[in-house]
């Protein structure tokens, strides 16, 4: 399944974060990239507004990491963080994610107009 433009393919896996079968975050793993860089994953993550600030993206992050490692890949790459997600951007970095690169103008934020986005990276190799 593919939605026919790059990095649209599909997940190789997801996952779910529920309490008492309530939805409240969920993320999904797959390659950065085919070929020969296909040992670098991407996750993407997402939390309701109303369970922010929990330590669910943490989990899921700290989760993804784990699967990351048992499926076979080396690092991980997120791809977009949008610059002005300072809270975002924080926990990365305390889960061991540097900033490797700035997409200038990449997010056009509601009030903000263009801003940058970062590319984030993490070995997974002990």
């Known amino acids: 399944h593919s939605c026919g433009r790059p990095g ?10 529920t309490e008492n079968d309530v939805v409240l975050g ?3 793993i797959k390659p950065n990239a085919m070929g020969p860089s296909a040992h670098i994953c991407n996750c993407g993550y997402m939390v309701s507004a109303e369970a922010r600030r929990q ?30 997600n300072k809270t975002a951007i924080k926990l990365w970095e305390r889960l061991g994610f540097s900033i490797i690169g700035s997409i200038p103008k990449a997010y056009k934020h509601p009030k903000l107009g263009a801003v940058s986005s970062y590319i984030m990276y993490k070995s997974l190799k002990k």
Not at 8 to 17: A, G, I, L, N, R
Not at 56 to 83: P, W, Y
Request: with cysteine.
């Open 8 to 17: 649209c393919e599909q997940p190789s896996k997801t996952y779910v974060y």
């Open 26 to 28: 969920s993320y999904y």
């Open 55 to 84: 330590g669910i993206a943490r989990s899921l992050c700290e989760h993804s990491q784990q699967v990351a490692i048992d499926l076979g890949f080396e690092a991980m790459q997120f791809n977009s963080v949008v610059s002005t």
